[in-house]
Structures are given as structure tokens and as C-alpha cells.
């Protein structure tokens, strides 16, 4: 199971990247698998706020359908498109090609309360 250093995670494992003032966000190597054969991402907040822990969209695997958590409040400023003929990159590469949204965050200080990678493999027991 993968787990990079650089990352911030949430207790609904989402991971979070920031690059420059945009963060990418995506669900963690422990929950594809949790999940198993991802079959659909939705995610209908493009140019929308979103607030801390609110839903942004929901992914769709085989025999599951689990909500999206924004691990922080901003603006959802993009969606992977890649990910609607090939949602399953979330599944073989959920920290590179399987991102699911970037978005414009409105307080870093949310970044604060989220776990570093010790706390989230500790979280998880790994």
C-alpha cells in the first residue's frame, strides 16, 4: 500500500496536494482498494464552493457507492475529465492520474487539521 510523505490525509480518505494555490484532491491507495473496481466518479461542484468535510461528489465501484469529502473549504476549480472514460486510473494510479478535483483553497489553515502520513497509516493500521 502507498502512502506518500508529501500528503495530507482525512479520516474519510481523501488525500490532498497543494500546488502553488491550487490543491488536487483524490481518495487514498487504502480506499480504492477498500472499494474496489471504480466503474464511475461524479462530481457536479465545478465552480462551486464547497465547505470543510462537505460532500463534493461520490464514486462509484462495483458494489459500492460512497460519497467525496473536500478536506478543505475553497472553490472546486476542475474536474479530472480524464476520469469519465477511465475511472478506473483512480484505482491503478489514485495519487498521479486518478486525482479527482482541483480546487481554490479559501483557508490554508484548514490544512492544519488534517493527518500527515504516520497519523493516516496509523489511522488505518499499516
Do not use: C
Request: charged letters at 25%.
Amino acid at each position: 500500500m502507498n502512502f506518500p510523505a508529501e500528503l495530507k490525509y482525512t479520516q474519510e480518505h481523501e488525500w490532498i496536494r497543494l500546488e502553488g494555490d491550487i490543491a488536487v484532491v483524490g481518495i487514498t491507495d487504502f480506499a480504492q482498494g477498500e472499494l474496489g473496481d471504480i466503474v464511475f466518479i461524479e462530481v457536479e461542484s465545478v465552480s462551486k464552493s464547497v465547505a470543510k468535510d462537505a460532500v463534493f461528489g461520490s464514486v462509484e465501484a462495483v458494489k459500492t457507492v460512497s460519497d467525496l469529502f473536500s478536506p478543505v473549504a475553497g472553490e472546486v476549480v476542475e474536474f479530472n475529465t480524464e476520469l469519465n472514460n477511465s475511472p478506473e486510473l483512480v484505482n491503478s494510479d489514485p495519487y498521479g492520474a486518478g486525482w479527482i478535483i482541483k480546487l481554490k483553497p479559501s483557508d490554508l489553515g484548514d490544512l492544519d487539521s488534517l493527518m500527515d502520513v504516520a497519523t493516516y497509516q496509523a489511522f488505518v493500521a499499516h
